[in-house]
């Protein structure tokens, strides 16, 4: 969108996505707040914004996947969103199992128990609305997330900050758990549970948000393809938290995910967000 400034010439509504883009990506680099983002930018450009800041982070590595957010219909309201986003899972943000999590005091670190779908062969054709998305994925696995919320004042936040900002994407831990898809469970019907120091902090039902994660992974899949982003045989696909967020506090943690196994880790404070 263009404006005529008082001398006729043409001047620019908002700065360029490229330049949203770089604000985002030097204040996080800097470990500072994510910078406002242009309010009547809109959904569809933002997921432009998105797309710029992910070419600078990835810095020329393929992409490791995709996460679905704001799955809960009850969030929507209150960011301004009609459906859930999807963000970009970065390579360098792979947590190694058995390596303490350092938590960076300048990130708001979150944690979220999610399921992954690992792809079995890339996808060219656009999913019709009532294909099964399933049959694009070799495993499925337990993720946890670590979303970083590094805005300045939630209660300011819109669903373009969400999607400029890669949905707070960060780090995230795989479990070396697989279950060869199709399994013999149901994947909506199962417990999981979080304990921190031996005390349980979240019991939530594996169906998510959506309440079934065959439509998560098919809204998540139909985003991607809506963008034009790639998607390839091995990229990760986590379709939002299973139950709240949790602050990531300092202790030793074990999520429980049933019929998929157990995922424990440690977080550490530190100056960094990083492993050791």
């Known amino acids: ?9 043409a001047a620019r509504a908002f700065p360029l996505d490229e330049e949203i883009a770089a604000a985002i990506f030097d204040a996080r680099s800097a470990g500072q707040a994510f910078p406002d983002v242009p309010g009547g ?28 957010g704001l799955t809960a219909p009850a969030s929507w309201s209150r960011f301004g969103a009609g459906e859930p986003v999807r963000g970009v899972l970065l390579p360098q943000g792979e947590r190694i199992p058995g390596r303490v999590i350092i938590r960076d005091p300048s990130a708001n670190m979150m944690i979220e128990l999610e ?3 690992v792809m079995g062969r890339d996808v060219h054709q656009m999913l019709w609305r009532r294909e099964n998305p399933f049959r694009w994925v070799a495993v499925v696995i337990p993720v946890i997330e670590f979303p970083d919320l590094a805005y300045a004042d939630m209660t300011k936040v819109s669903v373009v900050d969400i999607v400029a900002t890669n ?27 979080l304990e921190r120091d031996g005390e349980r ?6 169906a998510g948000g959506l ?11 139909s985003n991607v393809q809506h963008f034009q982003m790639p ?13 709240g967020m949790i602050a990531a506090e300092p202790g030793h943690y074990v999520a429980d995910y049933g019929p998929l196994g157990q995922l424990e880790f440690t977080i550490e404070a530190g100056d960094r967000f990083l492993e050791r």
Do not use: C, N
């Not at 930018?41 to 996460?67: I, N, S, T, W």
């Not at 949905?167 to 549970?193: H, I, N, Q």
């Open 167 to 193: 949905v707070s994407a960060a780090g995230y831990l795989l479990g070396t758990e697989r279950k060869t898809m199709p399994v013999d469970f149901s994947l909506d019907a199962f417990e999981v549970s």
């Open 41 to 68: 930018l809109g959904v569809e450009r933002a997921y432009a914004v998105q797309r710029a800041f992910v070419d600078l982070a990835r810095d020329d590595a393929p992409l490791a996947g995709y996460k679905a």
């Open 231 to 243: 998607l390839t045989s091995d990229m990760v696909l986590i379709t939002g938290a299973l139950g």
């Open 201 to 206: 902090i979240l019991v939530a039902s594996s």
């Open 1 to 9: 969108m263009l404006l005529l400034s008082s001398g006729g010439q």
């Open 115 to 117: 399921l992954g779908f």
């Open 211 to 221: 309440g079934s994660q065959r439509r998560a992974l098919h809204w998540l899949m």
